[in-house]
């Protein structure tokens, strides 16, 4: 018996299938699909969570200095010249930054590996928003898990679907 359901695509459609219907589970919180699907997308996606659950609070607290460009009132940068040319000021600024330990940075590339990019549209936003998933993943959802071992989605049975009679399902985050 095979470790995993093949859904009637080569390897990399169903690859590619899972990460799509995985980075919507985790950045919606529920999806609609088929029985099959969501028993696949289940595995990948609690794995995730557990990975973010277990590297949660694995990272240090670090001041850092950073130079940050002067803006003036309109937010343009403000420049002065200076042997003749003209140069951007630059002010100090201490920056309190998470700085990921060894295990939670490997936890947080093992993520990238199957989550895709993100961006989010506003209505009256011109371009849209990048967001982070993995980041989502330890600041948002691993808290709200930290307590429970396991099972962190639900099976939802909806009924069948009119077109080919397969079952859907309501896949969740509990």
Do not use: C, W
Not at 131 to 157: C, H, Q, S, W
């Amino acid at each position: 018996m095979a470790g995993y359901r093949k859904l009637g695509r080569t390897a990399a459609q169903r690859k590619a299938l899972i990460r799509g219907q995985v980075t919507t589970l985790l950045q919606n919180g529920k999806i609609v699909t088929t029985e099959a699907r969501a028993k696949e997308i289940r595995k990948v996606a609690e794995g995730l969570i557990a990975l973010a659950v277990k590297e949660q609070g694995n990272f240090e607290e670090v001041t850092v200095t950073a130079k940050v460009a002067r803006k003036d009132a309109d937010g343009k940068r403000v420049k002065e010249v200076v042997d003749g040319k003209k140069v951007t000021v630059f002010d100090e600024v201490e920056k309190t930054i998470k700085k990921d330990n060894p295990s939670r940075l490997h936890a947080r590339r093992q993520m990238k590996k199957v989550l895709y990019n993100v961006k989010e549209a506003t209505e009256n936003q011109k371009n849209p928003k990048a967001v982070d998933l993995t980041n989502k993943l330890f600041d948002e959802i691993a808290p709200k898990y930290a307590d429970r071992n396991g099972g962190y989605t639900r099976i939802v049975k909806i009924g069948q679907r009119k077109g080919d009679a397969a079952m859907e399902v309501l896949l969740e985050l509990v």
